[in-house]
Every structure is written in structure tokens, then in C-alpha cells.
T-cell receptor, first 116, second 116 residues
Framework: AQSVTQLGSHVSVSEGALVLLRCNYSSSVPPYLFWYVQYPNQGLQLLLKYTTGATLVKGINGFEAEFKKSETSFHLTKPSAHMSDAAEYFC??????????????FGKGTKLSVIP | GAGVSQSPSNKVTEKGKDVELRCDPISGHTALYWYRQSLGQGLEFLIYFQGNSAPDKSGLPSDRFSAERTGGSVSTLTIQRTQQEDSAVYLCASINSGGATYNEQFFGPGTRLTVL
């Protein structure tokens, strides 16, 4: 069974500071990896994903993440936080099994606050 | 093009009543998922539909929950004899399993269910 661990349910950063949201996964084989963002009272929006190929992936709104197989990690970063980045962020995985329903397994989420 | 839509956006019901939640996926998307987002459990997979195949119901928490997808498009999630622990946001997602973004799920805004 897979699991996703997001370190820190709440993270606060100052506007303009580095954003680092941590995600580790537990899987017997490297899965597909995703970061989603959820703004209040809205659904989930895909920020970025890793499937195969380059391990550093860039997403929307200036976010990027690096897949590190040796560390089973997929941390999300942004060099400079903006007030509009305040939201909840979810890391998720899909097993790379080539079969099945490909449902997402989510972490518990990290709520990001940006301090002016 | 329209995204995934869900109705109603909010539903308040009394314990013991039945409720129906609707999801309209993106036109042409062949697969559809239901997830539940609750404070205690986070985001959980409920059920998956792919074309005419038998649905994957492995995430349904009890036999009070059922779902159908008519004509390969609209889906309805039904909860019978609602309980207070059913209070949550129910999210629907669709995916173009035959396209280039086959592993990317597009989420609707969700239905917030409150059981009194």
C-alpha cells in the first residue's frame, strides 16, 4: 500500500521568502507524483506532476518540484512567496503499475500562510 | 471549454435522509472519480468509472453509498440514511484516459454536505 507524508500541516512564510513544502512517499516502485493546490471553497488545481524523464519539474505560478528517488521525496518549492500563494497544498501519488484505476492517494495537506 | 461541474454546491440535510450529488465531467473524458474530503480523514478515494467497465467501488465506506454513471457522462453519488459522519466535501474528477494527459485528473468545485 502506498502512503504520502507531508511534513507540517501549517507553514508560514514572509512575502518574498522561499517556499518549501515537503512530501515523502512510500511505494515499492516509483509512482507518478503530483502537487495540487486548493483555494478556499474551491476544488483542486494541478500545480505540477512528475511521471518520467527530467526529475525537476516546473509548474504553474512559479512552483517547481524535484523527484528524488533515493530519498523518496517530491518537495515543492517557490523562490519568492506571493500573497496569492496562500492556500492548501496536497501531494499525491498514483501507482505506476500500468493497470488499475489510477486513483490518487493524497497526503494530509499543508496550509500555507504568507505574511506581508 | 467548461470544466467539471458539481451540484448542488452546498447541501444541508437531516440525519437519516437520502441525498444525491451530481457530477458533470468534462466533455469527452472517459473516466470519472469521486473523492471525499473531511477534516478527520483528509482526501479519500470513493469510486472510479471507466467507460463501460465495471466500476471500482473499493473506496466506498459503507453500503449506504452508491454511485452510477449514465451514458458514460453524468454521475450521481447517492448516500442513503445519512449520518453525521458523512458530512464532508465530495469532489468529482474526470480524466481523458486516452489522451496525452491521461494521468491528470481535473477536479470540480465539490459539494459540501452537512448532515444535522
Amino acid at each position: 500500500a502506498q502512503s504520502v507524508t507531508q511534513l507540517g500541516s501549517h507553514v508560514s512564510v514572509s512575502e518574498g521568502a522561499l517556499v518549501l513544502l515537503r512530501c515523502n512517499y512510500s511505494s515499492s516502485v516509483p509512482p507518478y507524483l503530483f502537487w495540487y493546490v486548493q483555494y478556499p471553497n474551491q476544488g483542486l488545481q494541478l500545480l505540477l506532476k512528475y511521471t518520467t524523464g527530467a526529475t525537476l519539474v516546473k509548474g504553474i505560478n512559479g512552483f517547481e518540484a524535484e523527484f528524488k528517488k533515493s530519498e523518496t521525496s517530491f518537495h515543492l518549492t517557490k523562490p519568492s512567496a506571493h500573497m496569492s500563494d496562500a492556500a492548501e497544498y496536497f501531494c499525491a501519488v498514483i501507482p505506476y503499475s500500468g493497470a488499475g484505476s489510477y486513483q490518487l492517494t493524497f497526503g494530509k495537506g499543508t496550509k500555507l500562510s504568507v505574511i506581508p | 471549454g467548461a470544466g467539471v461541474s458539481q451540484s448542488p454546491s452546498n447541501k444541508v440535510t437531516e440525519k437519516g435522509k437520502d441525498v444525491e450529488l451530481r457530477c458533470d465531467p468534462i466533455s469527452g473524458h472517459t473516466a470519472l472519480y469521486w473523492y471525499r474530503q473531511s477534516l478527520g480523514q483528509g482526501l479519500e478515494f470513493l469510486i472510479y468509472f471507466q467507460g463501460n467497465s465495471a466500476p471500482d467501488k473499493s473506496g466506498l465506506p459503507s453500503d449506504r453509498f452508491s454511485a452510477e454513471r449514465t451514458g458514460g457522462s453524468v454521475s450521481t453519488l447517492t448516500i442513503q440514511r445519512t449520518q453525521q459522519e458523512d458530512s464532508a466535501v465530495y469532489l468529482c474528477a474526470s480524466i481523458n484516459s486516452g489522451g496525452a494527459t491521461y494521468n491528470e485528473q481535473f477536479f470540480g468545485p465539490g459539494t459540501r454536505l452537512t448532515v444535522l
